[in-house]
């Protein structure tokens, strides 16, 4: 791995070949451009939060609570435990878990024996496991009690040594406590959700009763890989991306620089995006933990449970997707409940629409603002300003210590100006530095000097904001055009009867594509293909109204809620 010199040397590199960055001027007050880059691994930076936190609170679980010096002691349990199971420095350790108090213990008790985090979707099938163990062929697990039977599904020549389930209920607090005034019938499904028996495994109780790791046992360094995150693989195979100490806490120290005005100690974090996920484990397992925030966790998403948590620790900062501000905001409103206190606020993984915007802000205490970033960049690359700068509509500008360049679609050597489409290439300390066993996809990714192929096709206007035109993998090519599939469902979705749209290519006998579209309709609707068409016909240009456009129930999202359209490609084949 490259140590903190190296990556050092490539990002001041990085920063002679962009000498123009006009987009700092919009940086809210007191945001740098840049950032002093990390010295130091995960593990020395939460052991600096366990010693000036101490008692504060570090997490918090359907209202029980755990301070910072209980969560430093957990991980020193579960490391020890993990030590007496084998794990060395460099082993891979798998875990696929829900947000929970474990999730976090887990994760740092990998780190401190200089082991890698591989994250998982508990609600993986054991097929969509399997074949990412037979990728990273971890032997030890950490699983969700639901999840570990998966595990125990795979075949003999997928090797595991150990699962270690995990019992949510036993992160609960007492049953009068957890209630909290749910109906009890609520309560008895929640229960119900969150635990299942796992047979032939390690509990995790037993996993902390080894006592506490050895001071001495060595750390990891700034440059050792820290984790593996896998692709959502909605253009392939998902790929494992390698992230680094280093990389994971620069991208944490540039949160921190973005959200200026956030106090240590003083925030509280509503961790609702899964952890699993880039976005869930920068935001809460680093930046979080860095500025020793209360980390309010929910191992799903629930309006409900959200508004209880609010009347208890008042969020702060509430980072999520678009459906779920808007859920969020009118159960809010339907139920009374104050959320003047959430701050900071960022939307990523799909577009933000205006009338989000327009919502929450007017039942919250912050700005509203969209981001960026891919598993690739740690994850996040680019945000709109906390500040008046910002402009809805865009992914706003680059983060501190971080550089683009938008370059020509078939000629990547060849920037293009001002407002013309282009791939988006980045560079930063945050940016990976390939896939895991995978050389051929790492070239395709990583230029040879170290800039980042996204993949997304951009406009930047003169101030240096970024708004999305489409994926480049996902145009779809017809009679020589190229169409933005984001274009064709955002007209689509603006007909009465659609509730969603997926739209896509198919191939012609003759050569290039067909334009499709998938919809899902409104509750009782009946499709009318032609009427669609002919509401298309009104704001597109001919080669871009689809030629077939097919009805279907229940859109195929990922955990973030955004449409795969590849997925829904499949399901739609049938019908074409």
Not at 204 to 233: E, F
Not at 292 to 320: N, R
Not at 485 to 498: K, N, S
Request: charged share 25%; proline share 7%.
């Amino acid at each position: 791995m490259e140590n903190a010199a190296e990556n050092t040397e490539q990002h001041d590199a990085g920063q002679h070949q962009a000498t123009q960055r006009p987009w700092v001027k919009n940086y809210q007050p007191g945001v740098p451009a840049e950032i002093e880059l990390p010295t130091e691994s995960l593990v020395d930076m939460l052991e600096r939060s366990v010693a000036e936190a101490g008692k504060s609170p570090a997490l918090e679980f359907f209202g029980r609570r755990t301070s910072y010096r209980e969560l430093g002691e957990q991980v020193e349990r579960a490391a020890e435990g993990l030590r007496r199971l084998g794990v060395r420095a460099g082993d891979r350790v798998a875990l696929i878990l829900p947000n929970c108090p474990q999730h976090v213990v887990a994760f740092y008790a990998v780190l401190r024996l200089g082991a890698v985090v591989v994250e998982h979707n508990p609600l993986y099938t054991a097929r969509e496991l399997r074949h990412q163990f037979e990728d990273h062929q971890a032997r030890v697990v950490i699983a969700w009690d639901k999840a570990a039977a998966a595990v125990r599904e795979f075949p003999p020549d997928v090797e595991i040594d150990h699962v270690v389930s995990v019992n949510l209920l036993e992160a609960f607090p007492a049953a009068k406590r957890l209630a909290l005034g749910l109906p009890v019938g609520k309560l008895r499904a929640t229960r119900a959700s969150l635990t299942a028996p796992a047979k032939g495994t390690l509990p995790w109780r037993k996993l902390l009763g080894h006592g506490r790791i050895d001071a001495a046992h060595p750390r990891p360094a700034v440059g050792d890989l820290a984790a593996i995150q896998y692709t959502s693989g909605t253009t392939g195979r998902p790929k494992g991306a390698m992230l680094t100490h280093f990389n994971l806490y620069a991208n944490a120290l540039q949160g921190e620089a973005w959200m200026a005005g956030a106090e240590y100690r003083k925030e509280v974090f509503y961790a609702i995006l899964p952890m699993f996920h880039a976005f869930g484990l920068t935001l809460y397992l680093t930046y979080g933990i860095r500025k020793q925030a209360l980390l309010v966790l929910f191992p799903k998403f629930d309006p409900d449970l959200v508004l209880d948590a609010m009347k208890k620790s008042p969020a702060t900062v509430y980072c999520a997707v678009p459906p779920i501000y808007e859920r969020t905001a009118r159960a809010a409103l339907e139920r009374g409940v104050s959320l003047r206190s959430a701050r900071f606020c960022i939307s990523g993984a799909m577009n933000l629409p205006d009338d989000v915007v327009r919502l929450w802000e007017s039942v919250s205490g912050g700005l509203l603002v969209e981001g960026y970033g891919m598993t690739e960049s740690s994850p996040v690359a680019l945000g709109n300003p906390f500040h008046p700068t910002r402009r809805t509509g865009t992914i706003g500008v680059p983060f501190p210590s971080t550089l683009m360049r938008v370059v020509d679609l078939d000629d990547p050597s060849v920037e293009v100006p001002a407002g013309r489409p282009g791939e988006l290439l980045l560079k930063g300390p945050q940016v990976f530095g390939g896939y895991w066993n995978n050389p051929e996809e790492t070239a395709r990714a990583l230029t040879p000097d170290g800039w980042l192929r996204t993949g997304d096709v951009v406009t930047v206007d003169d101030d240096g904001f970024v708004t999305i035109v489409d994926r480049a993998k996902e145009l779809i090519i017809t009679g020589g055009f190229n169409v933005s599939p984001t274009e064709v469902e955002a007209v689509l979705r603006g007909h009465a009867d659609v509730r969603d749209a997926a739209a896509f290519g198919t191939p012609l006998e003759r050569g290039g594509e067909m334009v499709v579209a998938a919809v899902e309709l409104e509750p009782g609707v009946a499709l009318d293909e032609e009427a669609l068409r002919a509401h298309c016909r009104g704001q597109l240009a001919a080669y871009k109204v689809p030629r077939r456009i097919v009805a279907i129930e229940d859109m195929p999202r990922s955990m973030l809620g955004k449409i795969l359209r590849r997925q829904v490609r499949e399901r739609a084949a049938p019908s074409l």
